[in-house]
């Protein structure tokens, strides 16, 4: 993790203010050599010059190359003060890919983006195959590094790894499909009309139509959709919580308050991909809560302890986390104030 945080310091938090793209290209090349590749022996090409017939000429930001199999990816710099999302970059991005014949393709501004060639996915174009965001003690981050470091460089790994990629967007969406097929009007007549085939053969149609015209079926979301009714986990002695519990005050103590907005706010989907990777960090949870841990964390992140999180998982996008358990609420240290302030900001978005 290291030595992500090296190339987040490099990329981000060392710049100036309104660094050019000329200045930020040399800070990509400076970042790709802590990754073990050397511009001296000619393994990352600035601004080549590519001939392309009689009279053009292209010139991508940088080619990672070896010796050995030539050409490996290309590299687009782009300001880091402007947003990379834009299709003009991706598709500057593609044509040098297609015209050089090279599968993987990186876009490095504001934050990174890897492409690879759409033939792996059956898809026209490059596809996005990751995102990754200047921030410290990602899983994300570490993940790249493992993969474009020049001693473990592999183009399958890379294939595999957007393979993988490419399916949890899948099951996202799938399950976002089916979710929303499931709770509409057609779907709930459907299973009426099976209800109904099912019971003749027990049961007069008369009758059967007499019971459903006083009983009403439907599909709706559970009110805790974060509770996982058969999710097992390890007996243990039980501990306090460190909740100040004011029960004159009029308010919920501050724990109660976090789980019940911050289940409201998964449940309405206000709170990003981006958001998500940001609530596991120990510093940003640190600055923005004033806790002492991640506000989130998976059961086999190294910041999980059970008696710091509390014993009911949410379920985020297919993934399951447990959010910290520790919050205060006396003069000495009031953690109400904090959160309320990140919650309106969620609910502005």
Known sequence: MEKWNELCYILSENLPTNT???LFELKVVQAFEKLGWSEFNNEIAVRESIQLGASNRISPDLILKSQEKGNLFIVEVKKPSIEVDNSTFKGQLSSYMGI???DLGILIGNKIQVFLDGKFFNKNGIVLID??????DIEKGLKFVQLFSKENYNKEDIENHAQE????????EDFKKLKTK?????YGEKIIEYLKSELQNEFDTKVIDKVFKVLQVKIESKKKIVSLDNYQKPKARKYKTFENINETSGKLPIGKYVRKTFNDLVESNLIDRNEIERLQRGDYSKLTFDIQF???AKENSPYYERIRYWK???QINGEIYFVCSQWYEVPANNDRPYYEEWLKKMKSK
Do not use: D, G, T, W
């Open 20 to 22: 050019s793209e000329q």
């Open 165 to 172: 990629k490419i399916q949890q967007l899948k099951e996202i």
């Open 294 to 296: 991640p506000f989130l």
């Open 100 to 102: 050089m014949r090279v």
């Open 312 to 314: 009911n998982p949410y």
């Open 182 to 186: 499931m709770l509409s009007e057609n």
């Open 131 to 136: 995102e990754i965001e200047f921030k410290r």
